[in-house]
């Protein structure tokens, strides 16, 4: 088992550009989870998948955001027209499917820099 | 609303001493809560969860939590602090309301003095 793993770790980007992430879950976990970090703040939640279905959406997520889980296993988190406010540590997490009560196990992050 | 408060935003101990690191709850139905720690630069990594039964759970690294239902509390607690320690300790609880998102508090830093 070898956690969850997310790429890249750190991406620095001009303002306007579109960045995406990418998050591999722990095998045969069936939900996965992303969120967002500001420095001094908990972890915000984005959205999460079910297989391949996106079951909810925060508000936090603008339409500059988009994330997919096509086939039910890694993920990808797309920001379109990158802002400064969107410089943040994009944590992606997973857990099993069965249970009220399941860990959810998070990856290292990706650290976002918009400049 | 599910949410969680974690009251103090840093809580200093000495090597050696007890620590509590706090969480107070809100929720409607039963709680599911769960302990984080997050070293510099790095991901979360899980502690420890309450779900039901014994209120006093045990996880990782010698820590330990009591859940006290009357007073809505969830504190993280270890009988000897070590350096090492020091790190951010987020309290989380999974929503209930319908959804399977984690709710996070604010966290508390915790620093350890030789």
């Known amino acids: 088992d070898t956690g969850v793993s997310q790429d890249p770790r750190h991406k620095i980007t001009k303002r306007g550009q579109n960045v995406t992430f990418r998050c591999d879950p722990i095998s045969e976990h069936n939900r996965l989870y992303w969120y967002r970090q500001t420095l001094g703040q908990g972890p915000e939640f984005l959205t999460y998948?079910?297989?391949?279905?996106?079951?909810?959406k925060s508000r936090l997520l603008s339409d500059r955001f988009s994330a997919e889980r096509p086939k039910g296993s890694f993920s990808t988190l797309e920001i379109q027209r990158t802002e400064q406010g969107d410089s943040a540590m994009y944590l992606c997490?997973?857990?099993?499917?069965?249970?009220?009560?399941?860990?959810?196990?998070f990856g290292e992050g990706s650290w976002l820099t918009v400049v | 609303a599910q949410s969680v408060a974690q009251p103090e935003d840093q809580v200093n101990v000495a090597e050696g001493n007890p620590l509590t690191v706090k969480c107070t709850y809100s929720?409607?139905?039963?709680?599911?809560l769960f302990w984080y720690v997050q070293y510099p630069n790095r991901g979360l990594q899980f502690l420890l969860k309450y779900i039901t039964g014994d209120n006093l759970v045990k996880g990782s690294y010698g820590f330990e939590a009591e859940f006290n239902k009357s007073q809505t509390s969830f504190h993280l607690k270890k009988p000897s602090a070590l350096v090492s320690d020091s790190a951010l300790y987020f309290c989380a609880v999974r929503d209930t309301s319908g959804t399977y998102k984690y709710i996070f508090g604010t966290g508390t830093r915790l620093k350890v003095l030789a």
């Open positions: 929720v409607s139905g039963n709680p599911y």
């Open positions: 997490a997973s857990s099993p499917g069965q249970g009220l009560g399941n860990t959810i196990y």
């Open positions: 998948f079910q297989n391949e279905a996106q079951l909810e």
